[in-house]
Antibody, heavy 119, light 109 residues
Framework: EVQLVESGGGLVQPGGSLRLSCAASGFTFSGFAMSWVRQAPGTGLEWVSLITNSGASIYYTDSVRGRFTISRDNSQNTLSLQMNSLRADDTATYYC????????????WGQGTMVTVSS | DIVLTQSPATLSLSPGDRATLSCRASQSVGTFLAWYQQKPGQAPRLLIYDASSRPTGIPARFSGSGSGTDFTLTISSLEPEDFAVYYCQQRSNWPPSFTFGPGTKLDIK
């Protein structure tokens, strides 16, 4: 079955760290760029970061650059997001998403993992 | 940065109606525009990419049109399962980034 399964969310204090993981299955993981997209409670979608299929190129939205690090292990079919210096406005459901070819769209999504930053 | 606006914010229709949702970009995005459907408690689902292309498995009642700055998602005849929030999304080539619109909530009248 083609799927993405996120894990690692939870409650963390402001300034703390958390590492999210995404396990991919059912497709050739190493052939596709991957992204993280987040959604704060009751709001819309916000792209967070993208890593190319080989991991050679990485991009972030401005609000997380310098605090978050995206990475991937193509031998384990896993995508990760290391989140440091977390702030209350990082509270959101975090989705990993597969990027469709060169179209820059997200054609497969995980179910999401909730991150709550609060004291 | 390119900003996407969607209208209306909420659209109240009945099953069997035709739905027309709009997405406008602050500058031309060519045809790099996608549409997603999100139901409560679920992840988004890709409906349309490249402004008018449907991925495999998306029903033919969903269609997209437009180019440049003005885009439309049309649902020809609403099914009960179509009531959801719809987002448009564009990508910028350099530096690579992705922007979503604020969404249109399609609810049952």
């Amino acid at each position: 079955e083609v799927q993405l399964v996120e894990s690692g969310g939870g409650l963390v204090q402001p300034g703390g760290s958390l590492r999210l993981s995404c396990a991919a299955s059912g497709f050739t993981f190493s052939g596709f760029a991957m992204s993280w997209v987040r959604q704060a409670p009751g709001t819309g979608l916000e792209w967070v970061s993208l890593i190319t299929n080989s991991g050679a190129s990485i991009y972030y939205t401005d609000s997380v650059r310098g605090r978050f690090t995206i990475s991937r292990d193509n031998s384990q079919n896993t995508l990760s997001l290391q989140m440091n210096s977390l702030r209350a406005d990082d509270t959101a459901t975090y989705y990993c998403a597969k990027v469709r070819g060169s179209y820059g769209v997200f054609d497969l999504w995980g179910q999401g993992t909730m991150v709550t930053v609060s004291s | 940065d390119i900003v996407l606006t969607q209208s209306p914010a909420t659209l109240s229709l009945s099953p069997g109606d035709r739905a027309t949702l709009s997405c406008r970009a602050s500058q031309s995005v060519g045809t790099f525009l996608a549409w997603y459907q999100q139901k409560p408690g679920q992840a988004p689902r890709l409906l349309i990419y490249d402004a008018s292309s449907r991925p495999t498995g998306i029903p033919a009642r969903f269609s997209g049109s437009g180019s440049g700055t003005d885009f439309t998602l049309t649902i020809s005849s609403l099914e009960p399962e179509d009531f959801a929030v719809y987002y448009c999304q564009q990508r910028s080539n350099w530096p690579p980034s992705f922007t979503f619109g604020p969404g249109t909530k399609l609810d049952i009248k």
